[in-house]
């Protein structure tokens, strides 16, 4: 059974930094795109940053490009999201899943909140 655990979230003031994890079981996701994904209050998810697997060949939203970024450790099949330069409207709930998403794959996510 695939799980995808993740972590990282907090409560930050605008400028500040989080790094999320996403931790993978269940299976290898070597040939696999991941993806980071949040939903904010009121607004439908959305894809934010995606990491090739295989290659770490990387896709930012025009959102975040330039303070996100994304990284994959292939040894500890994890999944990291390093944030920068937060602002308010980063404020949502980040999951992983693959990308395309599989609905069996959401996890719970972590709460990300940026206070002005």
């Known amino acids: 059974q695939v799980q995808l655990v993740e972590s990282g979230g907090g409560l930050v003031q605008a400028g500040g930094s989080l790094r999320l994890s996403c931790v993978a079981s269940?299976?290898?996701?070597?040939?696999?795109?991941m993806g980071w994904f949040r939903q904010a209050p009121g607004k439908e998810r959305e894809l934010v940053a995606r990491?090739?697997?295989?290659?770490?060949?990387?896709y930012y939203a025009d959102s975040v490009k330039g303070r996100f970024t994304i990284s994959r450790d292939n040894a500890k099949n994890t999944v990291y999201l390093q944030m920068n330069s937060l602002k308010p409207e980063d404020t949502a709930v980040y999951y992983c899943?693959?990308?395309?998403?599989?609905?069996?794959?959401w996890g719970q996510g972590t709460q990300v909140t940026v206070s002005s």
């Open positions: 899943n693959s990308v395309p998403p599989r609905g069996g794959y």
């Open positions: 269940g299976r290898t996701f070597s040939n696999y795109l």
């Open positions: 990491v090739t697997w295989s290659t770490g060949s990387t």
